[in-house]
């Protein structure tokens, strides 16, 4: 069946170091990759996606990377700042459109 | 303007009642989702309507019957509301023409059952 894991349910970093969160997904089909963001009361926002056909896309302060050999994903977010403070979600797509979501990564920035 | 708007924000209710949630999208999407996130934080899917019709149906009870009146709009009535169906329900819209997208999503309606 289809199942998203990731690797860490907490991480906590300093202000200004670089944040990495992993994902593992299990479908070898699946063709598009999304990380979101969700804080305190508030719907998950999306962050930055990717497509199967790339490795590597950048945005502003975040990075996503997509190993398709090891179905991993990653996201690089520059330079941490408190306002990062979030659960953040990769989600992989799996039949009839639909998004599978993984557990989230609670990311904890201290000044 | 809000993109997913979802109301109401907060339901409490007896176990036995019968609520409804609404939701409204104002991106021209066509297709819309509900979302079921447990206390840990796990984003399940339950139904998703593409232009009014029903796509995907998850193992949900069928004290949960989800209408669509237009593309615009998914609604969420869910029949004897149980102590476990608290959570908070997330509605989402998306594009699927041309292949899955991102979805939007509302900021939640928190749901608790007492």
């Known amino acids: 069946g289809e199942s998203v894991g990731l690797h860490l349910p907490t991480l906590s970093v300093q202000e200004g170091d670089n944040s990495i969160i992993n994902c593992a997904y299990s479908?070898?089909?699946?063709?598009?990759f999304i990380w979101y963001k969700q804080e305190s009361g508030k719907g998950p926002q999306f962050i930055i996606d990717?497509?199967?056909?790339?490795d590597k896309r950048q945005g502003q302060r975040v990075t996503v990377l997509l190993n398709k050999t090891v179905k991993h994903l990653s996201l690089q977010i520059a330079a941490t700042q408190p306002g990062d403070s979030a659960v953040y979600f990769c989600?992989?797509?799996?039949?009839?459109?639909?998004?599978?979501f993984g557990a989230g990564t609670r990311l904890a920035v201290h000044p | 303007d809000t993109a997913v708007s979802q109301t109401p924000k907060y339901l409490v209710t007896q176990m036995g009642n019968d609520k409804s949630i609404k939701c409204e999208q104002n991106?021209?999407?066509?297709?819309m989702y509900w979302y079921k996130q447990d206390s840990k934080k796990f984003l399940k899917i339950m139904f998703s309507?593409?232009?009014?019709?029903?796509?995907i149906n998850e193992t949900v009870p069928n004290r949960f019957s989800p209408k669509s009146p237009d593309k615009a709009h998914l609604n969420l009535h869910i029949n004897s509301l149980e102590l476990g169906d608290s959570a908070v329900y997330f509605c989402?819209?998306?594009?699927?023409?041309?292949?899955?997208?991102?979805?939007?999503f509302g900021s939640g309606t928190r749901l608790t059952v007492v």
């Open positions: 479908n070898s089909a699946s063709d598009y």
């Open positions: 989402a819209s998306s594009q699927i023409t041309g292949g899955v997208s991102g979805y939007t």
């Open positions: 991106l021209g999407h066509d297709t």
């Open positions: 309507y593409n232009n009014k019709e029903l796509i």
């Open positions: 990717i497509r199967s056909n790339m």
């Open positions: 989600a992989v797509s799996g039949g009839y459109n639909k998004l599978i």
